[in-house]
T-cell receptor, first 114, second 115 residues
Framework: DAGVIQSPRHEVTEMGQEVTLRCKPI?????LFWYRQTMMRGLELLIY????????DSGMPEDRFSAKMPNASFSTLKIQPSEPRDSAVYFC????????????FGEGSRLTVL | DAKTTQPPSMDCAEGRAANLPCNHS???????VYWYRQIHSQGPQYIIH???NNETNEMASLIITEDRKSSTLILPHATLRDTAVYYC????????????????FGTGTSLTVIP
């Protein structure tokens, strides 16, 4: 089992550029989550999908952020245009179905917007 | 949206038991208590969860008070590798399409194991 795979691990970009973060969940997991972590705000839930359908996107900060899950094995989080305040570590996590399944996190994508 | 309160930091001597408290005074009868930890900059890692009864696994023990308003995570013999931020999370046990899946992390407790 390869675990949750995220790419890129590190991204440095300039303000105004588009950023796309990618996530491959654990095979067979039907829920996928995107989190953002900063020193100031801690670990924030941005959005989660169930069976590829976005269920709760109330944590998405603004319209510059969008997330998609075109199939069960791939999701993207896009920021367009990026701003320095978007600098953070973005984690993807997946979970199997059922009430008490645990979250499995990827190693995160560290984004720096200059 | 975190419904838990934890001390910001704690120290523990290596080899001793680490007892990490969590207050969840507004917990509902259908909500579980979960514990995760985050070592340095890695993704959070599941430790244990429980509903009413105390639980134990190979990593830790979870003690939930009878009124369920608080709990304690116990690492029986702390090692230097247990230095991490520990998160206590409350989430609903009832699963519906649009609820019950969210895990909201608070600020956690930064545990430092001292040699």
């Amino acid at each position: 089992d390869a675990g949750v795979i995220q790419s890129p691990r590190h991204e440095v970009t300039e303000m105004g550029q588009e950023v796309t973060l990618r996530c491959k969940p654990i095979s067979g997991h039907n829920s996928l989550f995107w989190y953002r972590q900063t020193m100031m705000r801690g670990l924030e839930l941005l959005i989660y999908f169930n069976n590829n359908v976005p269920i709760d996107d109330s944590g998405m900060p603004e319209d510059r952020f969008s997330a998609k899950m075109p199939n069960a094995s791939f999701s993207t989080l896009k920021i367009q245009p990026s701003e320095p305040r978007d600098s953070a570590v973005y984690f993807c996590a997946s979970k199997a179905g059922g009430v008490t399944g645990e979250l499995f996190f990827g190693e995160g994508s560290r984004l720096t917007v200059l | 949206d975190a419904k838990t309160t934890q001390p910001p930091s704690m120290d523990c001597a290596e080899g001793r038991a680490a007892n990490l408290p969590c207050n969840h005074s507004t917990i509902s009868g259908n909500e579980y208590v979960y514990w995760y930890r985050q070592i340095h900059s890695q993704g959070p890692q599941y430790i244990i969860h429980g509903l009413k009864n105390n639980e134990t696994n190979e990593m830790a023990s979870l003690i939930i008070t009878e009124d369920r308003k608080s709990s304690t995570l116990i690492l029986p013999h702390a090692t230097l590798r247990d230095t991490a931020v520990y998160y206590c999370i409350v989430r609903v046990a009832f699963y519906h399409l649009n609820t019950g899946n969210q895990f909201y992390f608070g600020t956690g407790t930064s545990l430092t194991v001292i040699p």
